[in-house]
């Protein structure tokens, strides 16, 4: 009786579930800035991250102006493939989803946006100005860009069921939209105040991913951040065109520096590295290389006043010239401001470079008026004492040393008298001497 009650017991305790549910957790990053290969790089890795965390969504708050299709074109492949939610919020008042942030917002399993917000103008630009931009039958390869951009927005508003028109037209004619009307045309899905709306929102939502349907439990979920790598801020941060340009001119100083003065070492290493990680910036950028002509021969112009007296007019051109140059190096189409350097940067960097060389060559034109203290030059008008007397020849003491002397006029100068040296002879001093004995 005891062992049927024993086992009784144990079905039943078989039999009871007990509910153990672990909190969901939601993990989110950030993008404030342009679409680069930095960016994608940051995405793809967060939701590498975010899968084997078991999170059971990503979410992306984005604010961009644009960036690169290229990079564009991966984070929404990684989202069409993404084995888990993607929630792309664009947040907070005031942040856009421009050009490439309308297709990584529609590309978004769920797309939401905060009040004050805007989306679209994805038109392509390519690296020029003016009538560059305008898409017609002469401009065949903005032509092909904006039909290759366009078929891509239709593609991702079929797959996730948004307003196939609206993507075409935001490519086709720079539409833009409010979050209130993205939400009435079918861009978006949810308009939230905060994340915590937004996930309250959405909370009980079906989803389809790689991996099957996904109904998202968000109300209560836990939210925690990624920030970018080292290695991926790092190429965050060279991706600006301004640090582009700093870095460009700090690498030409150092090589130059180290030119005009062979086996510094030092300037020529830091010029190097610097050059290499400009380039590397500049890959992405729209270099214009007469801009970058005019820099380098802003730099030799200035170079040439420290040798050359031009009584400031190499200076003057060289700042002329190195201003212009970096107004030109990067020529960025209407709408990317992001792609410009800044002015104040220019500026800055211009009365810099001014302000060194001219500083250089005040130090050399000093150093050319001083009275020489070393060689031949340095030795006339030094005074001494005879050691012992010249008849006409003998020895003097002066700065400490023991010279052969001569007097200058012939006559005998006994031991033990103040000269002044007159002139140099080889390693023989002409000196004249008081007629009076040093005690």
């Given at each position: 009786m005891l062992r049927f009650s024993c086992l009784v017991l144990l079905a039943i305790l078989l039999l009871i579930q007990i509910p153990v549910s672990a909190q969901e957790r939601v993990m989110r990053?950030?993008?404030?800035g342009s679409i680069n290969p930095a960016s994608a790089k940051y995405v793809r890795d967060a939701m590498k991250a975010a899968d084997q965390e078991g999170a059971s969504a990503l979410l992306l708050e984005l604010n961009t102006p644009g960036g690169l299709l290229t990079s564009t074109r991966?984070?929404?492949?990684?989202?069409l493939t993404a084995p888990l939610p993607i929630i792309v919020y664009v947040a907070p008042s005031g942040a856009q989803a421009a050009s490439a942030g309308a297709f990584i917002t529609m590309a978004a399993h769920i797309a939401a946006m905060a009040p004050g917000t805007n989306i679209g103008a994805a038109h392509p630009v390519t690296m020029g100005d003016g009538e560059q931009n305008v898409a017609d039958s002469a401009n065949v390869p903005l032509a092909k860009a904006t039909n290759d951009a366009a078929a891509f927005a239709r593609a991702i508003a079929e797959e996730r069921g948004r307003?196939?028109?609206?993507?075409?037209?935001?490519?086709?004619?720079?539409?833009?939209?409010?979050?209130?009307?993205?939400?009435?045309?079918?861009?978006?899905?949810?308009?939230?105040?905060?994340?915590?709306?937004?996930?309250?929102?959405?909370?009980?939502?079906?989803?389809?991913?790689?991996?099957?349907?996904?109904?998202?439990?968000?109300v209560d979920a836990e939210v925690y951040?990624?920030?970018?790598?080292?290695?991926?801020?790092?190429?965050?941060?060279?991706?600006?065109?301004?640090?582009?340009?700093?870095?460009?001119?700090?690498?030409?100083?150092?090589?130059?520096?180290?030119?005009?003065?062979?086996?510094?070492?030092?300037?020529?290493?830091?010029?190097?590295?610097?050059?290499?990680?400009?380039?590397?910036?500049?890959?992405?950028?729209?270099?214009?290389?007469?801009?970058?002509?005019?820099?380098?021969?802003?730099?030799?112009?200035?170079?040439?006043?420290?040798?050359?007296?031009?009584?400031?007019?190499?200076?003057?051109?060289?700042?002329?010239?190195?201003?212009?140059?970096?107004?030109?190096?990067?020529?960025?189409?209407?709408?990317?401001?992001?792609?410009?350097?800044?002015?104040?940067?220019?500026?800055?960097?211009?009365?810099?470079?001014?302000?060194?060389?001219?500083?250089?060559?005040g130090k050399g034109i000093a150093i050319m008026?001083?009275?020489?203290?070393?060689?031949?030059?340095?030795?006339?008008?030094?005074?001494?004492?005879?050691?012992?007397?010249?008849?006409?020849?003998?020895?003097?003491?002066?700065?400490?040393?023991?010279?052969?002397?001569?007097?200058?006029?012939?006559a005998t100068i006994p031991a033990q008298t103040k000269v002044r040296v007159t002139d140099v002879e080889q390693l023989t001093l002409i000196v004249e001497g008081e007629r009076k004995n040093v005690t």
């Open positions: 990053i950030t993008i404030d991966e984070i929404v492949s990684d989202f307003n196939i028109d609206w993507a075409e037209e935001a490519v086709r004619g720079s539409a833009s939209l409010t979050e209130q009307e993205a939400l009435r045309e079918n861009v978006i899905d949810v308009v939230a105040k905060d994340v915590a709306a937004l996930l309250r929102e959405i909370d009980g939502r079906e989803v389809e991913t790689s991996r099957g349907t996904r109904v998202l439990h968000t951040d990624r920030e970018m790598s080292f290695q991926e801020e790092l190429l965050n941060i060279l991706s600006d065109p301004n640090i582009a340009y700093i870095l460009m001119m700090f690498g030409m100083y150092g090589l130059f520096f180290e030119l005009y003065n062979p086996g510094s070492i030092f300037p020529g290493v830091v010029g190097g590295i610097c050059l290499i990680l400009a380039f590397y910036s500049m890959n992405t950028l729209p270099i214009n290389f007469a801009g970058l002509a005019l820099i380098l021969f802003g730099i030799i112009l200035f170079i040439l006043e420290i040798n050359v007296v031009s009584h400031g007019v190499l200076s003057i051109g060289g700042v002329i010239s190195l201003f212009l140059g970096s107004i030109m190096l990067i020529e960025s189409p209407p709408g990317a401001d992001f792609l410009k350097i800044s002015l104040s940067v220019i500026i800055t960097v211009t009365a810099c470079t001014a302000a060194f060389f001219l500083f250089v060559v008026r001083r009275k020489p203290t070393t060689g031949v030059e340095g030795m006339r008008g030094e005074a001494g004492k005879t050691l012992d007397a010249l008849d006409p020849e003998g020895s003097v003491a002066m700065h400490g040393e023991i010279w052969r002397a001569r007097s200058a006029d012939g």
